[in-house]
């Protein structure tokens, strides 16, 4: 009987689930049997790395070291939702639209707001780049690029310096 490791079919399926899931796989090349050089898959998880602080009058200040992306593709927007790993209930929205332009969303960062729209009229620097990629499993797009803010809130003051690379599918968007 073979293992399932073995048989092409299977090493497909599991790579696919592994790029569906959100990964990058390198490619590189490595010592096979007898010297010989074969190309070994190995899986590298979608990155954000910044931080995301909002300081309201009164309050302590709200920090979001941020780890982790997926694509909005799947959520049916432009953009990415940014967040700390594994807690993806406090999240950063950055939003391309085509009509209205380029949106932050903050998802249950602030108090009695479960979503707060930062719009760019209240920045004093107002920076969102989001670049295209290739497509990964599913023909999800893969998004990079860079957010950052310095802001007025009614109550506060929102900085944000983020970049984001390879930001694809990921299967916990499925219950969102």
């Not at 802001?151 to 983020?162: M, N, Q």
């Amino acid at each position: 009987m073979l293992a399932m490791t073995s048989h092409p079919f299977w090493s497909r399926l599991a790579l696919g689930l592994l790029v569906a899931s959100g990964c990058r796989v390198d490619t590189t090349e490595r010592a096979g049997p007898s010297g010989t050089s074969v190309p070994v898959p190995v899986v590298e998880p979608a990155s954000a790395k910044g931080t995301f602080t909002i300081q309201r009058q009164g309050e302590a200040e709200v920090r979001l070291d941020v780890d982790g992306c997926w694509s909005g593709q799947a959520l049916l927007f432009y953009g990415a939702d940014l967040f700390h790993d594994p807690d993806f209930s406090k999240r950063v929205r950055v939003v391309e639209d085509a009509v209205l332009g380029k949106r932050v969303v903050l998802i249950g960062l602030v108090p009695d707001h479960e979503r707060l729209v930062i719009e760019p009229k209240s920045c004093s620097t107002f920076e969102l780049r989001i670049e295209q990629g290739s497509l990964s499993a599913l023909n999800t797009r893969r998004l990079k690029g860079v957010l950052k803010l310095e802001c007025s809130l009614p109550e506060g003051r929102v900085s944000a310096t983020i970049e984001m690379n390879d930001c694809a599918f990921d299967r916990r968007t499925i219950g969102l």
